[in-house]
């Protein structure tokens, strides 16, 4: 799918285009320091004319990894779907970026 990543100080935001399929056709799931996104929806169809009939078959899916850094909360992810456009957006931890450890 087309996807655009976007992130600022807060959030990591995330729009892909996956025109054609339902939200409940669509599974996010984070894992190895990334999140995935897969979409899936297949179809079969079936026409009879008089002893005669044809099959036809379709399937539509989107694959997408995207890796993320360790300081995301994927506890807070929010995700909607409308108009073929999934929009995630990612909340980020706060963490300071260096500490000094004192030796005893």
Avoid: C, W
């Amino acid at each position: 799918p087309s996807i655009n990543i976007s992130q600022d100080e807060r959030n990591i935001s995330i729009d892909a285009e996956m025109p054609g399929l339902n939200k409940e056709e669509i599974a996010l799931k984070f894992h190895n320091q990334g999140l995935e996104i897969i979409g899936e929806k297949k179809g079969k169809k079936i026409k009879k004319s008089g002893s005669s009939y044809s099959e036809t078959s379709s399937y539509k899916g989107y694959k997408a990894f995207i890796s993320m850094p360790s300081n995301v909360n994927i506890d807070e992810v929010e995700a909607k779907y409308e108009k073929d456009r999934l929009k995630i957006k990612i909340p980020k931890m706060k963490t300071k970026l260096g500490k000094n450890i004192e030796i005893n």
